[in-house]
């Protein structure tokens, strides 16, 4: 018998429509995607530049798998931190204009670590309120008062940091927000940070690789450098197609970090073949220029479509491309009905998105044709 009336809960949970199940992928990630002999155009992944399969990145992790074996074998701090890892962060730091950068085996890791490090009992953390569970999880660990605002109101946060006595002030926001797609104000956030002697962060997991001329994500396409956001989170298991995440900022950040961050002295370090693959990955990115402006023009491509059908859409130009539906069961039986059309997209319900918001979460990949986005509108239409 469950403890605690666990089989209770969770019937409750299959009631509501709220009962999440793992699907069970066979073969690479990429623009379609295997599940139980099935093929699906897959439109539900992150992998934003199709680089998770690239032929290159692969090889690059085989070569290293053969130099270092498969696991790192310790912490960073005892013996786990390869040359890959060290010339890795050497590279991150180049191509965002950064002193310095320190990887971290996850993205949620990496945004607990570094709020965690750097703020306490009696400092304050600033909050939108859609963002990512890692920076709020992050402000709740801390310790900090924890203030958060609605969404996109920086008139409220103003309020909120005229109103506080604390010496340590932390503003952390998403970059591109994960469920809307929508960008922060992060100009504004900075010259707000600047006169209220607070402290910025920036999570840029869904930026990176997809926005800037060099894919440097939302702070490059801004031109926003070090001293404007002094600290920013990206993550390599999206737009780099690999896993991990990192934290960029100044020489003093980044020590603070390797001698304060518990998410990162505590861990075994990722396996050093993925941070050869990443290097490879992160050139690409750079290189490759052809992979954002084509992605551009899919999510172009949809948007038109979708206007066109009468969709309610959400005010982004980014890779996810949301479509408020309004309840659980509308989102479920919207996933269902595209599955019969052989399409994956991700059905986000509340509490993930507040009630009355639920969506599809429909992003877009480099590897997608216009083929692929033709057959995504048809499917949708009548669902207005």
């Not at 399969?53 to 074998?73: L, T, W």
């Not at 918001?357 to 877009?364: A, D, M, Q, V």
């Amino acid at each position: 018998m469950a403890p605690w009336g666990l089989s209770g809960q969770l019937d409750g949970l299959r009631q509501q429509q709220l009962y999440r199940s793992r699907q069970v992928i066979d073969g690479p990630q990429g623009a379609h995607v295997n599940i139980a002999g099935t093929q699906f155009d897959n439109f539900s992944s992150n992998d934003y530049l199709a680089l998770a399969n690239n032929p290159e990145v692969i090889k690059a992790f085989k070569q290293a798998a053969d130099k270092y074996g498969v696991g790192s074998g310790s912490a960073h701090l005892i013996c786990g931190h390869s040359a890959e890892h060290h010339a890795l962060e050497e590279e991150l730091a180049e191509f965002t204009g950064r002193s310095r950068a320190l990887v971290f085996s996850t993205g949620y890791m990496a945004n607990m670590g570094a709020i965690a490090s750097l703020v306490g009992k009696n400092d304050e953390v600033f909050q939108d309120k859609l963002n990512h569970a890692s920076l709020i999880d992050g402000a709740l660990i801390s310790g900090a008062k924890f203030k958060r605002y609605p969404h996109g109101d920086l008139k409220r946060l103003g309020q909120l940091l005229a109103q506080s006595s604390s010496k340590k002030k932390l503003i952390a926001s998403d970059g591109v927000f994960s469920m809307d797609g929508d960008e922060a104000n992060v100009v504004e956030l900075a010259s707000m940070a600047q006169q209220s002697k607070s402290l910025l962060m920036i999570d840029d997991a869904h930026g990176i690789g997809v926005l800037g001329q060099r894919g440097g994500g939302l702070l490059e396409k801004l031109g926003l450098d070090q001293q404007q956001v002094p600290i920013l989170m990206a993550t390599l298991g999206k737009s780099l197609g690999t896993a991990g995440a990192f934290i960029a900022g100044d020489d003093a950040l980044i020590e603070t970090l390797i001698q304060r961050a518990r998410s990162y002295i505590f861990t075994t370090a990722m396996p050093s073949a993925t941070m050869a693959a990443t290097r490879v990955s992160l050139r690409l990115c750079q290189q490759e220029t052809w992979r954002r402006e084509k992605l551009a023009a899919l999510i172009a491509q949809f948007r038109r479509g979708a206007e066109q059908l009468g969709l309610q859409l959400i005010a982004s130009t980014t890779p996810i491309q949301p479509i408020v539906l309004g309840s659980n069961q509308a989102v479920m039986l919207a996933a269902e009905r595209l599955k019969k059309h052989n399409i994956l997209v991700g059905a986000i319900r509340h509490p993930t998105v507040a009630k009355g918001s639920e969506r599809l979460r429909i992003t877009f990949s480099a590897g997608h044709t216009e083929e692929q986005v033709d057959h995504l509108l048809s499917a949708l239409e009548g669902m207005g």
